[in-house]
């Protein structure tokens, strides 16, 4: 089975500064891999994927993702943080198999 | 629009009462799943269905059951044997089971008195 790891459970950060909340998947043939976000009490909103193609992904609200074959990472990015951003941010994976793996998520706290 | 509706958005029960969950799509998706959302311990998989009448175990299905019946609907009952059910429970569904994002209902937060 494939696992996530989310390095870090909390990351502060003042507001219009960059941000890295980092993502490590456990190795595999081929997969396909996501970010999540989530406001308090709400369910899980697509920030970006990664299925194939260029390993630097584009998503919504500013963020991107590079997909790295060799250290087996998606770290996600945004270069200036807005007070909005603030929520809780979850990796996954998923391969040919049935099944998506969740990280255990990253609390992004963005600080006035 | 299209989505995922779950319902109630709060629910209350007594200990050692059955409760169901609801949650429909209209995406025309295969695939539906239940998630657990426990603080600290990111989302369990409960129960995933890839095509009506047909469900498989997740991680943690004990004290859980689903249905299949129709396509846009995937219940899920938190029964008695569950010995811990007071958490936050999250519907989702995709095109197919083997590829593409999981699209996601608001959540039912499920509170045992």
């Known amino acids: 089975a494939q696992s996530v790891t989310q390095l870090d459970s909390q990351v502060p950060v003042f507001e219009e500064a960059p941000v890295e909340l980092r993502c490590n998947y456990s190795?595999?043939?081929?997969?396909?891999l996501f970010w999540y976000v989530q406001y308090p009490n709400q369910g899980l909103q697509l920030l970006l994927k990664?299925?194939?193609?260029?390993?630097l992904v584009k998503g919504i609200n500013g963020f991107e993702a590079e997909f790295n074959k060799s250290q087996t990472s998606f770290h996600l990015r945004k270069p200036s943080v807005h007070i909005s951003d603030t929520a809780e941010y979850f990796c996954a994976v998923s391969n040919t198999g049935n099944q998506f793996y969740f990280g255990t998520g990253t609390s992004l706290t963005v600080i006035p | 629009d299209g989505g995922i509706t779950q319902s109630p958005k709060y629910l209350f029960r007594k200990e050692g009462q059955n409760v169901t969950l609801s949650c429909e799509q209209n995406?025309?998706?295969?695939?539906m799943y239940w998630y657990r959302q426990d603080p600290g311990q990111g989302l369990r998989l409960i129960y995933y269905?890839?095509?009506?009448?047909?469900?498989q175990k997740g991680d943690i299905a004990e004290g859980y059951s689903v249905s299949r019946e129709k396509k846009e609907s995937f219940p899920l009952t938190v029964t008695s044997a569950q010995k811990n059910p007071t958490a936050f429970y999250l519907c989702?569904?995709?095109?197919?089971?083997?590829?593409?994002?999981?699209?996601f209902g608001p959540g039912t937060r499920l509170t045992v008195l």
């Open positions: 990664y299925l194939s193609g260029s390993t």
């Open positions: 269905s890839q095509i009506v009448n047909d469900f």
């Open positions: 995406l025309n998706h295969d695939a």
């Open positions: 989702a569904s995709s095109i197919d089971a083997h590829k593409g994002e999981q699209f």
């Open positions: 190795s595999s043939v081929s997969v396909y």
